[in-house]
């Protein structure tokens, strides 16, 4: 599997982004940016709205057009066709068929990715979507239109999950599910990105990347950004290293 | 290539249409109620209808398939399940096919009730084969649905793609034929009419409504428009973008 040199490679890191630069309407939307991350690692994506979080994903998925730079997933260029069925995605704005119930949809992707219809049960469960299974999405309320949309991306068995802010809108309780989901697909070895806007979310990761105006500012652990700035929440903590960075 | 996904693709749609039954409504009764509106006006020039309602027959399938389609695609843009899509085992060819699959199957159906009801009771008559004037009725609208997959990559807003019907459609119905023959427009518009499909979908069915004089050309016309079809689809699924920025 790995002579091939559009084979996936299972060799870490899972995804290797080097110097890249996005630039968008005349506008440097991403700055020389560069990671590793390892398999099984469970990384949150932080920082404000506009810090350029979505792009960086999008650019993960190979859906994004850059500038320079290198990005790679599984050893291979983001977009590859070899990629579309290792790697999940799910979009900022939930990305599903209003006018289909929730399972049509579902079994629609499962039919895509040529993953075996049973999944389709799995995931509803995942997102706790049971009682909905038959509802028209369009009829669902923005949280429960947002987990049809992440069970979509967890159809099949992807390695990688790219998540633009997967828990935005949703009450505490379901939260702390989708997070467990999240800590026990990583600790099966997949690897995930999961991007938002509340620090509070810091914690549930093991590692952050904090990014502002298309740069990255951080990246280590929540309880290294703690110490680091002297704080105690992340709030306190994201504002200490913005004054801090030049 | 996967036929599974193709085919998928064209459930996913029919299902989308069966949540819909409005748009299905619309679908069959708009051309059919338009025929009957024209059979009713020209009750008393019974030749006049037996001359125009070939041609519309193929025309009015045409238009209402190019309009559903181009706002269904521009939907998927605009909804961002395309970009899912597209970062999944989905081709553009797939893709493409899949929603002309669907929609070729809407397209037979409502060809098929609007020639039904125009041969057998608005009291259409024709010299030459209805069932080949039917048939020609379903490429056309086919040919709406690849015309609308194609374009609607260039619209950005369903505002655009809306537009597209006064700037697309209504320079071709023009141009067909149907006011004036093509062959009596000036020289630089019968050039143009040439290459424009309607004018092939309005021939085709002229040809067919007199066979003695006109003998086997309606198959050229019937091959052209195909032509367009595949033209279309290809530049539909060649106009889809993976990367965007």
Redesign the interface.
């Given at each position: 599997m790995d002579d091939g040199t559009n084979a996936p490679r299972t060799g870490s890191p899972v995804v290797r982004v080097e110097h890249l630069r996005v630039v968008?309407?005349h506008r440097e939307v991403l700055s020389d940016v560069s990671f590793t991350v390892e398999r099984g690692e469970l990384v949150g994506l932080l920082g404000p709205s506009g810090s350029g979080k979505s792009t960086l994903m999008r650019s993960l998925?190979?859906?994004?057009?850059i500038a320079s730079g290198t990005v790679e997933v599984l050893g291979v260029p983001a977009?590859e066709?070899a990629l579309?069925?290792r790697?999940g995605?799910v979009?900022q704005?939930?990305?599903?068929?209003?006018?289909?119930?929730v399972r049509?949809n579902l079994a629609?992707?499962a039919?895509?990715?040529?993953a075996p219809r049973t999944d389709v049960d799995r995931v509803i469960n995942d997102v706790n979507l049971g009682h909905h299974t038959r509802s028209?999405v369009r009829g669902l309320s923005g949280g429960e239109i947002a987990r049809v949309s992440l069970a979509?991306a967890l159809l099949g068995n992807p390695q990688v999950l790219v998540l633009d802010e997967p828990t935005v809108g949703l009450d505490p309780l379901l939260r702390r599910d989708l997070w467990n989901i999240f800590q026990s697909l990583a600790s099966s070895g997949v690897t995930l990105i999961v991007s938002s806007h509340v620090m509070d979310e810091a914690q549930r990761c093991q590692r952050l990347l904090l990014m502002r105006e298309g740069h990255l500012i951080f990246d280590a652990s929540p309880r290294e950004l703690l110490v680091r700035t002297n704080t105690t929440d992340y709030d306190a903590a994201m504002v200490s290293l913005v004054e801090a960075t030049p | 290539m996967s036929w599974r996904r193709v085919l998928a693709t064209s459930r996913r749609v029919l299902q989308q249409l069966g949540h819909d039954p409005r748009t299905i409504g619309l679908l069959l009764v708009v051309p059919s109620v338009l025929m009957g509106l024209l059979a009713w006006i020209l009750q008393h020039r019974r030749e006049t209808f037996d001359a125009i309602g070939p041609p519309l027959l193929g025309i009015f399938p045409l238009v209402v398939m190019f309009l559903v389609t181009s706002v269904a695609t521009l939907r998927e843009r605009t909804s961002g399940t395309l970009e899912r899509l597209l970062t999944l085992p989905l081709s553009k060819a797939e893709f493409v096919l899949g929603y002309a699959l669907s929609f070729g199957l809407a397209s037979v159906v409502q060809a098929a009730l609007v020639s039904g009801l125009s041969f057998w009771v608005f009291g259409l008559h024709v010299a030459g084969s209805a069932w080949l004037i039917s048939l020609i009725a379903v490429e056309d609208a086919l040919l709406g649905t690849a015309m609308g997959l194609a374009l609607s990559s260039l619209a950005a807003t369903e505002f655009q793609a809306v537009q597209f019907m006064p700037a697309f459609i209504l320079p071709q119905t023009l141009l067909c034929g149907l006011f004036v023959p093509r062959e009596q427009l000036p020289t630089a518009l019968h050039w143009l009419s040439d290459v424009l499909p309607m004018s092939y979908a309005v021939d085709a069915t002229r040809h067919l409504s007199d066979p003695v004089s006109s003998g086997g050309r309606w198959i050229i016309d019937a091959a052209v428009i195909l032509a367009f079809v595949v033209v279309a689809l290809a530049s539909g699924a060649a106009t889809l973008r993976r990367r965007t920025r």
């Open positions: 968008r309407a998925l190979g859906v994004q057009i977009g066709t579309r069925t790697v995605y979009t704005a939930p990305s599903v068929y209003t006018d289909l119930s049509e629609y992707f039919d895509v990715l040529g028209l979509a | -």
